[in-house]
């Protein structure tokens, strides 16, 4: 019988201030996996400088969202919680799979030729090889599931790809991961325009809901949120502004969509907007609470960050040998 626990591995960048997409999309659906599976979730800073980033505030980022992680459920008692660049093997064996990468596939990815539009003057090597680091993280760990939103599923699909080569080419090595996507908040949209995805590099402020943001600015930008053409508030394809709102509403109240529709039937969008932030102030402001308390206990974060890269790092090594092995490096003499 097998009864060894499956791992699950999952990151976010600290690109800047976590958004409800982020949270909703992915953060919080991690805390439940974490009594089923050996979880390991990281602090992704060196894809972060795919982007441009202040030195100073990316610090203070990282550190940020480290303590958003615990603050969000996730218990290092049960979980390995790391910032990727204490990992050293993240990065070398990012280069052993830059050889198995081909550049026309990372040519198609979708965020490649999304982010070289945004930061047409930086596209550097990084922004191209973004699909081969994560495709890292995840193989180093030999993670069976990577929960991540509806944005991120091509590149988990390369990531499957590049490990089927590698494994093909050298014999099995590497476990072949699955994405782990949740049907409601897999892809929360811009407030602004909910075609696009909520980003959290968005330079329109009023797009985003952070965690962040206080009580007044998550009702100004509910309330400053684009609507669709007429005024019911109804799901469907046809209303993607109102559906994203509702989508919204649901996760953080645990009211389902059709009994909102219910409750909203006739009333304007006023009331329905307000309703909208409360919900998402009634989430996020615990949150911030905890996330608080725990960026002033410096010494227990580090603590945190301290034994979650020493763990991460020994599935790390054991895997990264391996691979040198495979490959046909000499290994170091000690
Ligand atoms: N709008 C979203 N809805 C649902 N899930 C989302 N995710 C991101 N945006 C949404 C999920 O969050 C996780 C971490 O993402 P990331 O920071 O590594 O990179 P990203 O997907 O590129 O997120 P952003 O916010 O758009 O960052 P920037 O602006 O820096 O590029 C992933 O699981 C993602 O699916």
Known sequence: ???????????????????LGNYLGAIRNWTPLQNEYDCLYCVADLHSLTVTQVPAELRKNTLELAALYLACGIDPSKSSLFIQSHVHEHAELAWILDTIAYVGEMNRMTQFKDKSRKHADNINMGLMNYPVLMASDILLYQAHLVPIGKDQTQHLEITRDIAERFNGRYSDTFVVPEALTFRTGASIKSLQDPTAKMSKSDPNENATVTLFDDKDAIRRKLRRAVTDCDTSIRYGEDKPAISNLLTIYS?????????AEKRFDGQGYGTFKDAVADSVISVIEP???????????KSYLEGVLKQGAEQAERIARKTLDKVYRKVGLVGRFR
């Not at 949150?287 to 206990?297: E, P, W």
Request: net charge positive; aromatic share 2%.
């Open 251 to 259: 996760l953080c109240s645990g009211e389902s969509v059709k009994d």
């Open 287 to 297: 949150i911030q609470t905890k996330q608080r308390r725990i960026i002033a206990d």
């Open 1 to 19: 019988m097998d009864n060894v626990k499956k791992t699950v591995f999952s990151a976010v960048q600290p690109t800047g201030k976590i958004t």
